[in-house]
């Protein structure tokens, strides 16, 4: 067996800064973040009149702007959670088996650059298109917030929102890693596409009903009507298998200081407590860390598996 030579992630920062220059000079991702931008600009449109009226009570009212809805559109974070998906698809579903395609496979892995680094600098072109793009969205948020409702945020309003843009650039991530597995398993990019989408269609809505047919198949209900509380915990423990539901529960409690627990809510736990007040940034922070941590360990472990799959892949010339 031939041993490699010199470090296997030679080419890494290569390979990102080209992958990164393709995105932002490409069609698709012009036409993607427009439609997240309009998007969103539509949601922030119908709020401001109404945080306007409360910015002189409410001591977060620029974490409004990403949590506020009016009538049937929803929130700006709400938003997010439903177009980063498409975002993160959109960027990897051809990242792998666009080359074989377009037969460059070969000639790219002839060169100095050894498949570990063709992978890995084509996923952290992707992260890296995300994160600017998110971080752009994230400034226009803010900026609109100063111009529109003329007072500027607290600390803990700046550190807050930027821990809900750590965790949606992680949810992102999770479906970037998903969409390059799936580039990575079928050759062909039509069907890599398909198959995320419907993943991701699947998880977001279709899992949580029938992961409460589920909990009640598992822990029966006690009396007519009235679902017992083991059913609510599966319920819920399934429910968390789906990325989306992590980043739904995350965006409440930074978003939302006054959210106080994620599951049901016992007396014990309002013990003490004044109702609607808020809670310090690091209170909130042990409530959601295990949604952050898993969508972290739901990146590490997709990239995982789709650089053991390209590793076991042929490279025909």
């Not at 974490?63 to 980063?84: D, E, K, N």
């Not at 539901?245 to 978003?255: C, D, G, H, Y």
Request: with cysteine.
């Amino acid at each position: 067996m031939r041993q490699r030579k010199g470090s296997p992630w030679a080419g890494v920062g290569v390979v990102a800064t080209k992958e990164m220059a393709d995105h932002f000079s490409s069609a698709r991702m012009r036409t993607l973040e427009w439609l997240i931008v309009l998007t969103a600009g539509a949601s922030l449109y119908g709020v401001f009149r109404h945080i306007r009226a409360a910015a002189s009570e409410d001591p977060f009212v620029f974490l409004h702007l990403f949590t506020a809805s009016q009538g049937a559109m929803p929130s700006f974070a709400a938003l997010l959670g439903f177009l980063i998906p498409l975002l993160a698809i959109g960027l990897g579903f051809d990242a792998i088996n666009g080359e074989y395609n377009r037969r460059t496979m070969s000639r790219i892995l002839a060169q100095p650059i050894y498949r570990d680094a063709l992978l890995l600098g084509k996923f952290l072109a992707g992260l890296g298109t995300l994160a600017v793009s998110l971080l752009c969205l994230w400034l226009l948020v803010m900026g609109a917030g100063l111009l529109l409702l003329g007072v500027p945020p607290s600390g803990e309003e700046i550190l807050r929102s930027l821990i809900f843009l750590f965790i949606a650039l992680m949810y992102a991530g999770v479906w970037l890693a998903v969409a390059m597995l799936f580039s990575v398993l079928f050759r062909s990019a039509a069907t890599s596409a398909l198959v995320a989408l419907g993943l991701w269609l699947f998880l977001a809505l279709l899992w949580p009903m029938l992961a409460g047919a589920l909990a009640q198949a598992i822990a029966p209900a006690g009396p007519p009507g009235q679902a017992s509380l083991a059913a609510l915990e599966w319920a819920q423990a399934l429910q968390r298998l789906s990325p989306s539901e992590l980043f739904s529960e995350a965006m409440i409690v930074v978003l939302s200081p006054s959210t106080r627990t994620l599951g049901p809510v016992f007396l014990s736990q309002l013990e003490g407590a004044l109702m609607g007040a808020p809670l310090g940034l690091w209170q909130s922070l042990q409530i959601v860390w295990a949604q952050a941590v898993g969508l972290i360990a739901g990146v590490i472990v997709l990239f995982t598996l789709a650089y053991a799959a390209f590793q076991r892949q042929e490279v025909r010339a």
